[in-house]
């Protein structure tokens, strides 16, 4: 089993749509997660820190389950410029101290 | 403004040859990464470094080996490429050891052929 699992897609939304990404981790001792974004032919960047309580940046808003060991982003009023690839990442637990990334997960925003 | 640059955009190299990539970083940043990424298999950790001198197995460090011989500059080498280590190899650095934010360079596409 892997250690953070993602549905890779790709989703498709129209333009103004809401969409949400999901993401499950094995390991319960993980301490941290995020969200990287990555660019068609570029390179991963941080999106946002997920946290117990919720965690809302503008029009992104992610969660963490702990006892479900579960993750998720929600996108609201999409933009093309929101197409991209989107890596659930966990820190720590088993893995020591280092990022684990999931495969990503691919969203195409249509007009 | 944060920059992590790497040697080489696209590489190709033949079997058996041996193979430096190169790592820059100028954020004086503690932490080093090398990974590969691979479709279906996601961004997957080679070797780090914590400091200067130092370097840690990451998940996959069979037939690669690293050297940090100063702070700014992290490289990976291939003792002899071959054909199952056609990848993209993306290097990060991150300040320390409890900081999560990785900065990523743009990445080496390496072709062996």
């Known amino acids: 089993r892997k250690e953070v699992e993602q549905d890779p897609g790709p989703f498709n939304v129209p333009e103004g749509a809401t969409v949400a990404f999901n993401c499950t981790y094995s390991n319960s001792a993980s301490q941290s997660f995020f969200w990287y974004r990555q660019d068609c032919r570029k390179e991963p960047k941080l999106l946002m820190s997920v946290y117990s309580s919720g965690n809302e940046d503008g029009r992104f808003t992610a969660q963490l389950n702990r006892a479900s060991q579960y993750i998720s982003l929600l996108i609201r009023d999409s933009k093309l410029s929101d197409s991209a690839t989107y890596l659930c990442v966990v820190w720590g637990g088993g893995g020591g101290n280092k990022l684990t990334f999931g495969t990503g997960t691919q969203l195409k925003v249509e007009l | 403004d944060v920059k992590v640059t790497q040697s080489s955009r696209y590489l190709v190299k033949r079997t058996g040859e041996k193979v430096f990539l190169e790592c820059v970083q100028d954020?004086?940043?503690?932490?080093m990464f090398w990974y590969r990424q691979d479709p279906g298999l996601g961004l997957r950790l080679i070797y780090f470094?914590?400091?200067?001198?130092?370097?840690e197995k990451g998940d996959i460090p069979e037939g690669y080996s690293v050297s940090r011989e100063k702070k700014e500059r992290f490289s990976l080498i291939l003792e002899s490429a071959s054909t199952n280590q056609t990848s993209m190899y993306l290097c990060a650095s991150s300040r320390s050891t409890l900081t999560y934010e990785q900065y990523f360079g743009p990445g080496t596409r390496l072709t062996v052929t």
């Open positions: 954020m004086d940043h503690e932490n």
């Open positions: 470094s914590y400091d200067v001198k130092m370097k």
